[in-house]
């Protein structure tokens, strides 16, 4: 085969027939616990202001550093979404979310844009599904984000994971360990990698998040934050840990765990799975006290959490999880001549009408040629119809599991199968 002259872009995927179907089982799943949480979904567009990323993401992230995709048009600076949270923050404060009264509980599920370099999950375009509670600042709300994000994987299968938790803190805890890292740090910044010495000036707490193995024996001898938490931020962690007791979600305490975005104030988790190589991190989260009023917004304590949904399919690829089948419509008309074609034509929309999915040939291929095709679509029966059939008002239904046939008159026919699905209703 010729090799195509377009191509898709590098990291980014189409998502074809065969694949797709478990897309849709995973999005309707998500929808379906959404509601039993009563989860309210938000759809924002995939362009932002560049303005609102950098700083609802922070300048020195490597998201904003390195991997957005960005453009202007006349005066106006587009970005790609690298992520949903600030976009949420974005729509709470523009619509005025605030004065609608209570918390928000509001979850998306979408296209998010990275310049990463691609590897196994790890894409340029990539879905996330995530949720966003605005307006508390209980540690319940944590454990809500945490719970859902949980249960989504316990529905899919996904069981083997670790989750990570830390806390840190709020601004005044951080400068304090900012400054003690510095302090520590400073002395032996020859040992550190490039990388990490680059950190120490603009961002100490990334250097905690180091995969250079340079770096290992001494983030191993920093000081911790647990140190450094106020009582405020210390109390919080303590009622994060006691409701995820009470709900019996374990967790392990992982006081390295920074991530990679400046918005998270106090709690922030981690979910990850053995079964995903390198990229190992499921979904991950935590609360942003500050980012609504950093976008200009009121004050409005916020936490949430984002999954990644290819690598919730690579963990049910290697997990063997079959999330879903491909779709096989009922009855697959096969015809043999003109007469017989317009008859179908005619009965297609009625057969639809009863609730069975239905399909036919259109290019007036030959009997054995429909068969095959009626075969690699998957029809659960083919209903034959030639002059003869429609002479006598009887038709060849074939079974094409059974590989069985019987004669049938067409109310015969629609006593003996029933619609396998409803359309839309999975
Ligand atoms: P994040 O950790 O940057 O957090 O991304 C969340 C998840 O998205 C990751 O755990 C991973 O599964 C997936 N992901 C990230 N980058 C890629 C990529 N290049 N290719 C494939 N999957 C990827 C956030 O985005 C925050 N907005 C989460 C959040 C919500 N925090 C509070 N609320």
């Not at 523009?94 to 209570?102: A, P, S």
């Not at 605005?134 to 994987?153: K, Q, T």
Request: net charge negative; charged share 30%; aromatic share 8%.
């Amino acid at each position: 085969m010729a090799n195509p002259t377009y191509t898709t872009h590098h990291g980014m995927k189409d998502i074809l027939p065969g694949e797709v179907e478990a897309w849709q089982r995973l999005e309707s799943l998500i929808r379906e616990e959404a509601e039993r949480y009563h989860f309210r979904e938000i759809r924002t567009p995939v362009m932002e202001q560049t303005e609102l990323i950098v700083r609802g993401v922070g300048q020195l992230t490597d998201i904003v550093s390195k991997e957005i995709f960005s453009f202007s048009r006349g005066d106006d600076n587009y970005v790609l979404r690298p992520e949903c949270t600030a976009p949420v923050a974005r729509a709470y404060t523009q619509h005025h979310m605030e004065q609608w009264g209570g918390t928000r509980k509001l979850f998306y599920i979408g296209p998010m844009f990275r310049a990463e370099r691609p590897q196994k999950g790890r894409q340029r375009q990539f879905h996330q599904f995530g949720v966003e509670i605005m307006g508390s600042d209980d540690a319940l709300a944590d454990v809500e984000a945490i719970s859902f994000m949980m249960r989504i994987c316990h529905r899919i299968g996904i069981t083997n994971t670790t989750l990570r938790i830390n806390s840190i803190g709020d601004p005044d805890s951080r400068k304090a360990y900012t400054k003690a890292l510095k302090e520590y740090f400073t002395p032996i910044k020859e040992k550190l990698s490039d990388l990490s010495r680059d950190r120490l000036e603009k961002n100490p707490l990334r250097i905690l998040d180091s995969k250079e193995p340079e770096d290992h024996p001494l983030i191993e001898e920093a000081p911790r934050i647990s140190d450094y938490l106020n009582q405020a931020s210390a109390d919080h962690f303590e009622a994060v840990k006691s409701y995820l007791d009470l709900q019996e979600i374990s967790y392990e305490i992982d006081p390295l765990l920074v991530r990679g975005l400046d918005y998270y104030t106090r709690t922030a988790f981690e979910l990850t799975s053995p079964d995903l190589g390198s990229q190992d991190a499921l979904a991950g989260g935590g609360r942003y006290d500050l980012l609504v009023e950093e976008v200009g917004g009121p004050k409005t304590p916020a936490v949430g959490f984002a999954a990644g949904i290819e690598r919730l399919l690579i963990a049910c690829e290697e997990l063997g999880i079959e999330l879903a089948e491909p779709p096989r419509p009922d009855l697959y008309l096969v015809t043999l001549g003109e007469r017989a074609k317009i008859w179908a034509t005619e009965q297609l929309p009625k057969i639809r009408e009863k609730g069975f999915s239905a399909t036919m040939d259109y290019s007036g291929r030959s009997m054995k040629a429909q068969m095959k095709d009626a075969n690699r679509e998957l029809a659960r029966f083919a209903l034959i119809a030639g002059d003869n059939e429609l002479d006598a008002g009887t038709f060849t239904l074939r079974d094409m599991t059974e590989s069985s046939e019987e004669s049938l008159t067409l109310e015969e026919i629609f006593n003996h199968i029933h619609p396998a699905s409803t359309p839309g209703s999975n």
